[in-house]
């Protein structure tokens, strides 16, 4: 009696790199890793997905998916620790590329969950809050950030971007200059605010996660002349504490 021929797998990215050789002589026979097996390496151990969810991306069960990952690591570690040569071939699969995700969908968020959005330009804080297109998204369990995604505003702007957050379930955001009519919007939706942030997204959020971010009180930027620095062509305008160049404008 034939055996059962197996299930073919959805494998969402085709494999760059063929074959990995340790610096040296290959000792002993090569080592070959399935494309879907590499396949769940990427997803569960690069993507950082639950089994779940990668068993349903390569459309197979979540207990075939735990052996293909723990076959898989056996190999790689084969190959590593004992200097083997590691070929990428075979595995019965079909590619079918993930589709990529809309930039204005905000992803599911767990219960006891804790979200963060920092307003965002090119992986920094973008300083104006009333003028962001995009935010960057961190959902945190047990202090940690599990995931993050970059969404988009919508085109949204002050007021109307605080609804665009509490829909999106944020409780935390972090951003630089914002003004007192958004502080106002952002306090009657429950999320907490902390302005006057600058750097890089990522490092921002570590920081908060460690207890390192303060919480300033109010607008950061709002006409008054209230001791920043300013340059050319702007008046009374303060934006999370910076200096500001020629044709700068306020973001509240």
């Known amino acids: 009696m034939a055996g059962r021929r197996e299930k073919t797998r959805h494998v969402g990215m085709r494999?760059?790199?063929?074959?990995?050789?340790?610096?040296?002589?290959?000792?002993?026979?090569?080592?070959?890793?399935?494309?879907?097996?590499?396949e769940a390496l990427r997803l569960i151990d690069l993507e950082q997905l639950s089994q779940a969810e990668a068993?349903?991306?390569?459309?197979?069960?979540?207990?075939?998916?735990?052996?293909?990952?723990?076959?898989?690591?056996?190999?790689?570690?084969?190959?590593?620790?004992?200097?083997?040569?590691?070929?990428?071939?075979?595995?019965n699969v079909t590619y079918d590329p993930a589709p990529q995700p809309d930039a204005n969908v905000w992803s599911h968020k767990k219960?006891?969950?804790?979200?963060?959005?920092?307003?965002?330009?090119?992986?920094?804080?973008?300083?104006?809050?009333?003028?962001?297109?995009?935010?960057?998204?961190?959902?945190?369990?047990?202090?940690?950030?599990?995931?993050?995604?970059?969404?988009?505003?919508?085109?949204?702007?002050?007021?109307?971007?605080?609804?665009?957050?509490?829909?999106g379930g944020v409780d935390v955001l972090i951003c630089g200059g914002i003004g007192g009519g958004a502080v106002n919007a952002l306090a009657q939706t429950g999320i907490d605010i902390y302005p006057g942030a600058a750097g890089d997204c990522d490092a921002i959020v570590n920081a908060f996660l460690a207890?390192?971010?303060?919480?300033?009180?109010?607008?950061?930027c709002g006409c008054g002349g209230h001791g920043h620095e300013h340059g050319h062509g702007h008046e009374g305008c303060g934006c999370g504490g910076h200096g500001h160049g020629e044709g700068h404008h306020c973001c509240h």
Request: aromatic share 6%; hydrophobic share 40%; with cysteine.
């Open 55 to 91: 068993a349903e991306r390569m459309g197979v069960a979540r207990t075939t998916i735990a052996m293909i990952c723990s076959r898989a690591h056996t190999k790689v570690a084969d190959a590593l620790v004992n200097g083997r040569r590691l070929v990428i071939t075979g595995g």
């Open 211 to 220: 207890g390192e971010v303060a919480q300033a009180e109010g607008a950061t």
């Open 15 to 38: 494999p760059e790199y063929l074959g990995f050789t340790p610096d040296g002589t290959a000792a002993g026979v090569n080592v070959t890793l399935a494309i879907d097996e590499l």
């Open 111 to 167: 219960e006891n969950s804790m979200r963060i959005a920092v307003t965002y330009e090119d992986g920094k804080i973008f300083q104006h809050f009333g003028r962001t297109e995009q935010f960057k998204v961190y959902d945190v369990e047990d202090g940690k950030v599990v995931s993050s995604q970059v969404v988009g505003s919508n085109g949204a702007g002050h007021g109307a971007l605080a609804g665009v957050l509490a829909a």
